[in-house]
Protein backbone atom coordinates (compact mmCIF):
# COMPACT_ATOMS: atom_id res chain seq x y z
CA UNK A 1 0.00 0.00 0.00
CA UNK A 2 1.19 3.14 -0.98
CA UNK A 3 1.99 5.18 2.44
CA UNK A 4 3.05 8.88 3.47
CA UNK A 5 5.41 9.08 6.36
CA UNK A 6 7.04 12.40 8.43
CA UNK A 7 10.71 12.01 8.74
CA UNK A 8 12.89 14.70 10.44
CA UNK A 9 16.59 15.70 10.32
CA UNK A 10 16.91 16.52 13.90
CA UNK A 11 19.32 19.91 15.23
CA UNK A 12 22.14 17.20 15.26
CA UNK A 13 21.91 15.93 11.97
CA UNK A 14 21.45 19.51 10.29
CA UNK A 15 24.21 21.36 12.24
CA UNK A 16 26.95 18.05 11.35
CA UNK A 17 26.12 18.83 7.69
CA UNK A 18 24.56 15.14 7.09
CA UNK A 19 21.42 16.63 5.02
CA UNK A 20 22.38 15.85 2.35
CA UNK A 21 23.59 11.96 3.06
CA UNK A 22 19.97 10.91 4.36
CA UNK A 23 17.67 12.60 1.83
CA UNK A 24 20.62 10.39 -0.56
CA UNK A 25 19.57 7.36 1.88
CA UNK A 26 16.26 7.74 1.43
CA UNK A 27 16.01 8.36 -2.33
CA UNK A 28 18.78 5.45 -3.36
CA UNK A 29 15.54 3.01 -1.18
CA UNK A 30 12.67 4.24 -3.43
CA UNK A 31 11.20 7.12 -1.03
CA UNK A 32 9.68 9.68 -3.77
CA UNK A 33 10.42 13.59 -1.22
CA UNK A 34 7.02 14.89 -1.44
CA UNK A 35 7.71 17.80 0.47
CA UNK A 36 10.68 19.47 2.19
CA UNK A 37 11.33 22.39 4.48
CA UNK A 38 13.95 23.77 7.19
CA UNK A 39 12.08 24.90 9.91
CA UNK A 40 13.44 26.26 13.94
CA UNK A 41 10.99 25.13 16.55
CA UNK A 42 10.00 27.14 19.37
CA UNK A 43 9.82 25.40 22.93
CA UNK A 44 5.83 25.39 22.34
CA UNK A 45 6.07 24.24 19.06
CA UNK A 46 8.45 21.05 19.83
CA UNK A 47 6.20 20.35 23.06
CA UNK A 48 3.46 20.58 21.13
CA UNK A 49 4.98 17.69 18.08
CA UNK A 50 6.32 15.47 21.14
CA UNK A 51 2.97 15.67 23.17
CA UNK A 52 2.89 12.35 23.51
CA UNK A 53 5.73 12.02 25.63
CA UNK A 54 5.12 14.96 27.56
CA UNK A 55 4.91 12.72 30.88
CA UNK A 56 8.74 10.43 30.19
CA UNK A 57 11.37 11.73 32.55
CA UNK A 58 13.73 12.82 28.86
CA UNK A 59 11.04 15.24 27.53
CA UNK A 60 12.22 18.56 28.76
CA UNK A 61 15.86 17.85 27.44
CA UNK A 62 14.07 16.44 24.45
CA UNK A 63 12.38 19.46 23.61
CA UNK A 64 15.26 21.56 24.29
CA UNK A 65 17.69 19.43 21.66
CA UNK A 66 14.83 19.88 19.21
CA UNK A 67 15.17 23.52 19.53
CA UNK A 68 19.19 24.39 19.64
CA UNK A 69 18.80 25.01 16.47
CA UNK A 70 16.99 23.73 12.84
CA UNK A 71 15.22 20.91 11.67
CA UNK A 72 14.21 19.48 8.51
CA UNK A 73 11.55 17.65 8.40
CA UNK A 74 10.06 16.02 4.92
CA UNK A 75 7.13 13.70 3.85
CA UNK A 76 8.13 10.47 2.16
CA UNK A 77 6.09 8.36 -0.11
CA UNK A 78 6.59 4.66 -1.10
CA UNK A 79 5.15 1.20 -0.58
CA UNK A 80 4.63 0.70 3.30
CA UNK A 81 6.42 4.09 3.86
CA UNK A 82 5.89 3.83 7.34
CA UNK A 83 8.02 0.24 8.01
CA UNK A 84 10.09 0.77 5.81
CA UNK A 85 11.39 4.23 6.91
CA UNK A 86 11.69 3.28 10.25
CA UNK A 87 13.89 -0.33 9.03
CA UNK A 88 16.23 2.51 7.34
CA UNK A 89 16.32 4.50 10.26
CA UNK A 90 17.20 1.95 13.09
CA UNK A 91 16.28 1.62 16.21
CA UNK A 92 15.88 4.42 18.41
CA UNK A 93 18.71 3.81 20.78
CA UNK A 94 22.16 3.62 18.21
CA UNK A 95 23.40 1.02 20.26
CA UNK A 96 20.44 -1.28 19.26
CA UNK A 97 20.46 0.18 15.48
CA UNK A 98 21.71 -2.64 12.61
CA UNK A 99 24.50 -1.98 10.61
CA UNK A 100 23.77 0.15 8.01
CA UNK A 101 20.85 2.33 9.63
CA UNK A 102 20.84 6.27 9.83
CA UNK A 103 21.58 5.95 13.57
CA UNK A 104 24.28 3.50 13.38
CA UNK A 105 25.75 5.56 11.41
CA UNK A 106 25.28 8.90 12.40
CA UNK A 107 23.84 8.98 15.88
CA UNK A 108 25.51 10.11 19.34
CA UNK A 109 22.98 8.86 22.04
CA UNK A 110 19.43 7.94 22.32
CA UNK A 111 18.49 11.62 22.40
CA UNK A 112 20.38 12.90 19.48
CA UNK A 113 19.60 9.97 16.97
CA UNK A 114 20.10 12.15 14.22
CA UNK A 115 16.19 11.07 12.21
CA UNK A 116 12.68 11.26 13.84
CA UNK A 117 10.11 8.89 11.97
CA UNK A 118 6.66 8.36 12.20
CA UNK A 119 5.92 5.23 14.15
CA UNK A 120 2.89 4.36 13.17
CA UNK A 121 -0.17 5.17 10.07
CA UNK A 122 -2.05 7.15 13.31
CA UNK A 123 1.27 9.12 13.62
CA UNK A 124 1.86 10.06 10.69
CA UNK A 125 -1.67 11.49 10.17
CA UNK A 126 -1.15 13.91 13.13
CA UNK A 127 2.63 14.95 12.77
CA UNK A 128 2.64 15.10 8.43
CA UNK A 129 -0.47 18.06 9.13
CA UNK A 130 1.65 19.14 11.91
CA UNK A 131 4.04 20.74 9.29
CA UNK A 132 2.76 20.68 6.03
CA UNK A 133 -0.78 21.44 4.52
CA UNK A 134 -1.93 20.05 1.02
CA UNK A 135 -0.27 22.16 -1.02
CA UNK A 136 3.01 22.07 0.05
CA UNK A 137 2.42 18.24 -0.57
CA UNK A 138 3.70 17.56 -3.97
P1 LIG B 1 12.05 9.97 18.13
O1 LIG B 1 11.93 8.83 17.18
O2 LIG B 1 12.01 11.34 17.57
O3 LIG B 1 10.89 9.84 19.25
C1 LIG B 1 11.02 10.40 20.54
C2 LIG B 1 12.40 10.84 20.82
O4 LIG B 1 12.71 10.95 22.19
C3 LIG B 1 13.41 9.83 20.31
O5 LIG B 1 13.43 9.80 18.94
C4 LIG B 1 14.67 10.29 21.01
O6 LIG B 1 15.24 11.44 20.39
C5 LIG B 1 14.09 10.69 22.35
N1 LIG B 1 14.19 9.59 23.32
C6 LIG B 1 13.56 8.41 23.33
N2 LIG B 1 13.89 7.68 24.39
C7 LIG B 1 14.76 8.41 25.10
C8 LIG B 1 15.45 8.22 26.30
N3 LIG B 1 15.32 7.08 27.02
N4 LIG B 1 16.27 9.19 26.72
C9 LIG B 1 16.38 10.34 26.02
N5 LIG B 1 15.74 10.58 24.87
C10 LIG B 1 14.94 9.64 24.40
Known amino acids: MMEQTLSIIKPDGVKKGLSGKIISIFEEN????KALKKVHLTKKQAEGFYCIHKERPFFNSLVAFMTEGPIMPMVLSCENAILKNRD???ATNPKDAKDGTIRKMFAES????????????ESAKF????????????
Not at 127 to 138: A, D, G, M, Q, S
Request: aromatic share 16%; charged share 20%.
Open 30 to 33: GFEI
Open 88 to 90: IMG
Open 110 to 121: IERNVVHGSDSL
Open 127 to 138: EIPYFFNVFEIL
